[in-house]
Antibody, heavy 118, light 107 residues
Framework: QVQLVQSGAEVQKPGASVRISCKAS????????IHWVRQAPGQGLEWMGV????????TYARKLRGRVTMTRDTSTTTVYMDLNSLRAEDTAVYYC???????????WGQGTLVTVSS | DIQMTQAPSSVTASVGDRVIITCRASQGISRWIAWYQQKPGKAPNLLIYAASTLQSGVPSRFSGSGSGTEFTLTISSLQPEDFATYYC?????????FGQGTKVEIK
């Protein structure tokens, strides 16, 4: 069965960086784009960007460009999301999601809480 | 960026009620819209995609309609497990954007 399993919760100080992993299984890794979406406490969903696991190509949200990097390791079928220069407003649950043909999320990771606090 | 405006932001309803949630896009998105249900502490769950296609395994009491800029999600007969927050999402252009959410609460 399709699974996306994310790494565990993180607590980071302002200015630090965080890396979240998303391990995919149960399907052909290179065949489906992986997106990242975050949700601040009590807030809605914010799209962060996308990576093509086949060639590593990425597109990022304008507001995060320069701070976010998405990479993949095809040998371990894992996607990574790095966010640097963390601020308090980056405190959120971060989700990876697989996108089916037609540009909609059919599977999600379980979410990773990142808390940015001094 | 395309703005997705959902209404209402919250609705209080009883089991068996019909609930309609609307989503308006700030520009035309054809039928590139999906609807998700999210329960506390969980990831969103896809209900409807391409405006009106029911995702596999989703009960038929959920339906979607619309095209262009106006879309609706209808729950024909609300069940106890449907109390949750619902989001629309456009996938016509990057950046993909979501509505602000509609919380469906128990009356």
């Amino acid at each position: 069965q399709v699974q996306l399993v994310q790494s565990g919760a993180e607590v980071q100080k302002p200015g630090a960086s965080v890396r979240i992993s998303c391990k995919a299984s149960g399907y052909t890794f290179s065949a489906y784009y992986i997106h990242w979406v975050r949700q601040a406490p009590g807030q809605g969903l914010e799209w962060m960007g996308v990576i093509n696991p086949s060639d590593g190509g990425t597109t990022y949200a304008r507001k995060l460009r320069g701070r976010v990097t998405m990479t993949r390791d095809t040998s371990t079928t894992t996607v990574y999301m790095d966010l640097n220069s963390l601020r308090a407003e980056d405190t959120a649950v971060y989700y990876c999601g697989r996108v089916m043909g037609g540009n909609f999320f059919d599977y999600w990771g379980q979410g990773t809480l990142v808390t940015v606090s001094s | 960026d395309i703005q997705m405006t959902q209404a209402p932001s919250s609705v209080t309803a009883s089991v068996g009620d019909r609930v309609i949630i609307t989503c308006r896009a700030s520009q035309g998105i054809s039928r590139w819209i999906a609807w998700y249900q999210q329960k506390p502490g969980k990831a969103p769950n896809l209900l409807i995609y391409a405006a009106s296609t029911l995702q596999s395994g989703v009960p038929s009491r959920f339906s979607g309609s619309g095209s262009g800029t106006e879309f609706t999600l209808t729950i024909s007969s609300l069940q106890p497990e449907d109390f949750a927050t619902y989001y629309c999402q456009q996938a016509n252009n990057f950046p993909w954007t979501f509505g602000q959410g509609t919380k469906v609460e128990i009356k």
